[in-house]
Structures are given as C-alpha cells and as structure tokens.
C-alpha cells in the first residue's frame, strides 16, 4: 500500500513543478548551464526512514548550505566562547554577500553570511594529520553518511571569479577575525561550497541535525549537542538572509539555502527535509524550494510552534491477535483457524501525541502491512493530543487499506477519531476495549477462512467442546441429568462469592464474565457463546464463584447441577471420572487463555 505521505509529496511535486519563476545562479559560469527544471523532495525521519520524490539523486554543489555545517565544526573544536569573539550571531538583515561587519571590531552579523562563513572557514583548523578542508569534507561526509567530494570545474571557477569573497577575507584579515594569510581561508571556503551533493544527502544532513547531532542512518555522533543547539537557534534566525523573517513567519523551521538550488529545513527531534531546484528568487532562494516549503509546514503542520514536541515515534507496540486472544471459548475447529489465520488481524498500539513525526510513523507501519492482512486494530486510548494532519493522513490510510482489502478497526472508547470517520463508505467498527476489538476480529476471520459453521449460534449438549472427549451414551447419560434454563438478556446468572452450582453448558446466546476492578469498575473476561460452558472454575477456588456472569443477550443453558454431578458420582463413577477428565482438559485450555490476556495486561 503506497503511503499517504508519499502520494502527498507526489501531488505537491507535481504541482509546484509548474512554477516557472526565478533563473539559475550565474554568477559562476560554471553553474549556469544546470537544467532549470530539475526538481527533488527529499524528507528523512529521525529515525532514518526517507521519502523522496523527483531528481533526489541529481547532483549538484552545496554553496552556502555548508555555511551550519563548518561553523558546528568551529564550535565543536573551539567551543562557543572562542567562535563568538571571532563571528557573532545576530541577524543581518542583508543579503547573503553584504559586508556585515561591526564598526570597530570587524566581527561579522553571523555565521550563515559569506563574511561570517569565511570566519568560521578560518576557525577550523588542521588536526591528526589532516588538513583543514579534509576535516571539513569528512565531516560533511558524516552528515550525509558516505563520502563526498568536490567539483573541481565549479572550484576553479569560484577561484575565478569570486572577487567579493576574496575582498571579503582580506578585509577581515584587516580586522584581524581571520589571524593569517586569508588565501589558504579563500580556497578552503570555495572548495567547500562546491562539495557535490544531492538532495537525499542534504535531507540526512538535516535529519542528523534534527537528530541532535546523530546521523539516524549510520548511527554516527557527527556534532554534539550543544554545537547542533547554537548551529539551530543560528540558523532559524539568520539561515534564509533578508528573507529570515517571512521563512521563520511561512515555514517555521531553521533553514538554509544555497544558490545551486538546495534547500533544507530542520525540524528538531522530527525530520529533515531538503528540496532541490535550481532556479533562484531575488533572495539567492530556490523558487520551488521556498513554495514547497510552505506548503509542507502548513499542510504537515510542521512549523514549530504547532510541532514543538519532540516526534518520538507513536507505536507503543504491534503484534498480532494470537498475542492476545480475546479469551472467548471456541472450538477446536475455530481455534485451529485462529492459530493458522491470526496473523491476518494485527494490533497497533499508539501512545502520546499524533503530530507529524508521530503520524508518520503510524502510517508508515500501516503503508508496510503484508498483502495477507485482513485487518488492522489502531489502539488509541493512550494517545493524547492529535493533530489536523493526523486525522487527514489516517484518514487517506484507511481510504488505501480499504482499495487492497484490509479492514481498519479502532479501540477508541474517547471518540478520538469519531469526526474523521462519521461520513465514510462503509462504517469503521469502533470498540472500548481491546478484547472487544479482538473479538470481532477473530469471528470475521473464523467467518472468512473456517466457514460459517464455527461459529453456530444455537448447538446441542453433544456438540459442546468441553464434552468432546466422551462417547455418544456417556453424552446422553449426562444430558438426561441436565436441567433446561433460560435467562434474559441482563440477568445476573451468576455472582462473585456464590457456592458451586454447576457446569451450565451454553445453547444459544452469549454470556459475558467479568471481576470487580481496583477502582470499583467492572473488568471484562470472557465473552461465551453457544457451545462453551461456565461454572466448573469455582471449583478451584473453594467451591466459591470468582466472576460474575450475566447475560449478554437471551441465553438458553442446560445445567448439570452440583446435586447432579454428586448423585453421578455416587451412582456411575466411571462416568464421573470421564466427565471430570473432560472438563480439567477444557478449563487448561481456558487458563492458558486467561494468562496469555493477563500477560498483555499486566504490561499495559
């Protein structure tokens, strides 16, 4: 099943690529001849899955998008207070090549300007027997998790003609921010701007920001904590130039742009996203990048004042139905069917807040479901705020599970999801509880892969499992010592703390078990229907009855009364051996049940 977040970034793909605004950087002549319809959407999880749409593997030079990524180095080698004397870390306003140096001292607005990023070049310095742009390669190379490497056509041109970065250097080495021969500063500055990368790079460079500094598909520390904290707070404020503030108002995410067209956007704790398209606005601003970026954080609701949580994956667990059966007695037929068909109903269990992060992590489970699921339970009782997005993309899933013939079942006793679901097709069956949601599950597979036989709405004494063990004359010796019952649906047929009265054998109907719970509620156990017994189990707990049992609907029993199973014991112990074998056997089943389900409780 194709997720929603990608037939979403499909749409939005197809749709922004009409915009013919904007021209390639040509500044460097070796960047003017880029074909002004590439165009790439590239968005990676914090957790390293990625989504990609368009040229993502269509290479081109990082430019100023290197600017965060050599100043974390700065601070990571120096710490804050040696770079802040060097490069400050206020908003410009200017455009990215503006001399924005203070009166005085020299010290360039930031680190995200071509003067401020000339200074932070100067900063790094060699170590370990590598030079400076070889740290400074390999730790873009750790960013984007494989080795990078450099145009050398794009370099000799920068070298060509960068005349203001040139002029820039040396007027900083005026000030005395760049202590030494700022030539070996130019070049290192100009190689590192013409690192080939692509799209799918640059958006692992942004979820590894986003990622505290970890890169979330090698796993590699590339930049500690703190230094990933100043590069942020530094971007969000000074990464988009005289732009800053719309970027900050529209899209709400630190960014950066280059003029060979990249773009990236960094949610923090959640994803980074990174667009590619060459053609530039009068900012130095892909034209595409800038659209797609809005529309992103405005239909994902990724800006980070709605986003601010950190996007810890939603999935508290999944797990098929055979984990945690819904305790309701079946026969040996329709247990068989369980056991061969339980994989076919899977349970999601969901916890926190559905923002994107969360979102996307749910609807990717979904989107990876086998082709053998017939059903989906989304447990929703603990989650806690949900988001526009949520219910959209939820709702686009279940539109898609419904096209390859999956069912989506909800335990959503708060009404989370009512609204999302109040008009659609075919109505999504919603439950309380997860062993109700269960239990619907499980009959529509013994439906679907057993036949309708198995589950029989009104049986003979003979046909009831827990008998199964004994001929045909010791069925009807017991039967004839049965007594015939009927109960309304309501009726209390058994209560907590009553003696033994019997093993009543159900007819038709069904009968619900259930205990006291600690805060006074009623805990559901077991639902029965026709062919399963009740009442034997108080026998292994001092003839005292342990759950109360009431009926569901209009129930016809026979009961073998405690009277009747004495007066068997006294008269036929033969029988009453077998009768006792048939029903331990039936009430170990049970018990095996019940401490599968308790299991799953006790880690709730």
Known sequence: MESPIESYLKTIHREISDLRDGKPYSTIPAMANVDPDNFGICLTTVDGYM??????????????????????????????EAVDAKVDVEPSGDTFNEISLAPG?????????????????????????????KRI??????????????????????????????????????????????????????????????CMDLSIMAATLANSGRN????VEVLDLLSVERVLSVMTTC?????????????????????????????????????YSPPLDEHGSSVRGMAASQRLSRDM????????????????????????PSGIRRTDEAMDVLREHGHRARVIELNGDLLFAGTESMVRELSGL????????????????????????????????TKVGCGLVLIDGEGTLAETFKDVDVPVPTFDTRTAAVEWCENELITRHGGDLLLPSTVEVSQCPALSPLTAEDIESLTLRMEDRTYEKGHVVRRVGQVFGGVYFILSGKIVTSVPGPSGERLKLTTLSAGMTFGELALGSDDRQETTVKALEDVHVKVLTASAIRAIEEEDPKLAVELWKALTRDAYTRVDLYLRETAVRIRD
């Open 105 to 133: 001292s020299g010290r360039p607005s930031n680190a995200m300007i071509n003067a401020g990023a000339l200074t932070a070049t100067s900063l790094v310095r060699s170590r370990g027997g590598n030079t400076r742009f």
């Open 51 to 80: 989504y990609e749409v368009g040229d993502t593997r269509e290479e081109f030079t990082i430019q100023s998008i290197s600017k965060p990524f050599t100043y974390g180095l700065a601070l990571a080698d120096l710490g804050m």
């Open 137 to 198: 390669l390999g730790t873009y190379s750790q960013f984007a998790g494989r080795q990078l490497g450099v145009d050398e056509e794009i370099f000799r041109s920068e070298v060509e003609h960068g005349h203001r970065n040139r002029a820039l250097a040396y007027l900083l080495r005026s000030f005395d921010i760049i202590e030494d021969d700022p030539t070996p500063v130019i070049e290192d500055y100009f190689r590192q701007c013409s690192v080939m990368v692509n």
């Open 370 to 401: 086998d082709d053998d699921v017939d059903f989906v339970i989304l447990d929703l009782r603990r989650v806690d705020e949900v988001a526009d997005v949520s219910l959209r993309l939820l709702g686009e899933a279940r539109e898609n599970l």
């Open 301 to 324: 609701e990724l800006h980070f004042v709605r986003a601010a949580r950190a996007g810890k994956s939603a999935i508290r667990a999944a797990y098929d139905i055979r984990a945690t």
């Open 216 to 219: 979330p598909i090698t796993g």
């Open 239 to 275: 990464g988009m130039y005289d732009d800053a503030g719309s970027w900050i108002s529209t899209v709400g995410m630190p960014a950066k742009s280059g003029v060979a067209g990249g773009t990236i956007a960094v949610l923090p704790g959640q994803v980074g996203l990174a667009i």
